[in-house]
């Protein structure tokens, strides 16, 4: 299957502080990606649509100024999560989709980031 | 009501048993329909991808898909303690960008 990357996998940060998280396909052109989060014990919950050359589509609740994505290019999107608090602290998750809209609707995740902000 | 249902479980089965993992949905647009396996701390890792109503098997794998029912079902053969995590079930469909998972169920594979 397509390999997707995310880095860091584990990150620690002080209250206030800004963190950024990468997530590329190595192996394929990711029009899409998604980015979730999961808490412990809880199933994955949508944050935004990331598209690659426009802006990201935020689902309701989240806060874009606070969750600031960019996909510059067909193989990277990255997630800056902004002036962190402990609230902030979760389990992050990248996703692509592989090939073209309605032709292949595979989706491949990265191994996911574990923000603790201290 | 939830565009997927998952049972949450957890479900605890002996070594080798046959294992049944099952989801319903209520939007019978979906079309796309995939299984993910994910282990604590680790992004899912996509195990089974239909689009058809039937039958698909991949080693100890079978995805089952009933259209109809609005049902789908992933059987594990002969299972393994290395088994032993969360599975999600996850959909989608032509007309809208997302992907709709489960809850996941927890699987446990005793020894």
């Known amino acids: 299957g397509a390999v997707v990357s995310q880095h860091p996998s584990r990150v620690i940060c002080k209250s206030g502080t800004s963190v950024k998280i990468e997530c590329r396909s190595l192996?394929?052109?990711?029009?899409?990606m998604f980015w979730y989060r999961q808490f412990p014990k809880q199933s994955l919950m949508l944050m935004a649509t990331?598209?690659?050359?426009?802006?990201?589509?935020?689902e309701q609740g989240v806060e874009k100024d606070k969750f600031l994505i960019n996909h510059a290019s067909l193989t990277l999107s990255t997630l800056t999560v902004t002036s962190a608090h402990p609230e902030d602290s979760s389990f992050y998750i990248c996703?692509?989709?592989?090939?073209?809209?309605?032709?292949?609707?595979?989706?491949?995740f990265g191994s996911g980031t574990q923000l603790s902000v201290l | 009501q939830k565009e997927v249902e998952q049972d949450p479980g957890p479900l605890s089965v002996p070594e080798g048993a046959i294992v049944s993992l099952n989801c319903t949905y209520s939007?019978?647009?979906?079309?796309?329909f995939m299984w993910y396996r994910q282990y604590s701390r680790k992004g899912p890792e996509l195990l089974m991808y239909?689009?058809?109503?039937g039958n698909k098997e991949d080693g100890r794998f079978t995805a089952q898909v009933d259209k109809s029912s609005k049902y789908i079902s992933l059987f594990i053969r002969d299972s393994q303690p290395s088994d032993s995590a969360t599975y999600l079930c996850?959909?989608?469909?032509?007309?809208?960008?997302?992907?709709?998972f489960g809850s996941g169920t927890k699987l446990n594979v005793k020894p």
């Open positions: 996703s692509a989709r592989e090939g073209p809209v309605a032709t292949n609707e595979k989706l491949f």
């Open positions: 192996d394929f052109q990711a029009t899409t």
């Open positions: 990331s598209n690659e050359g426009s802006k990201a589509t935020y």
């Open positions: 939007n019978s647009a979906f079309q796309y």
């Open positions: 239909t689009y058809s109503s």
């Open positions: 996850a959909m989608k469909d032509n007309n809208f960008n997302k992907f709709y």
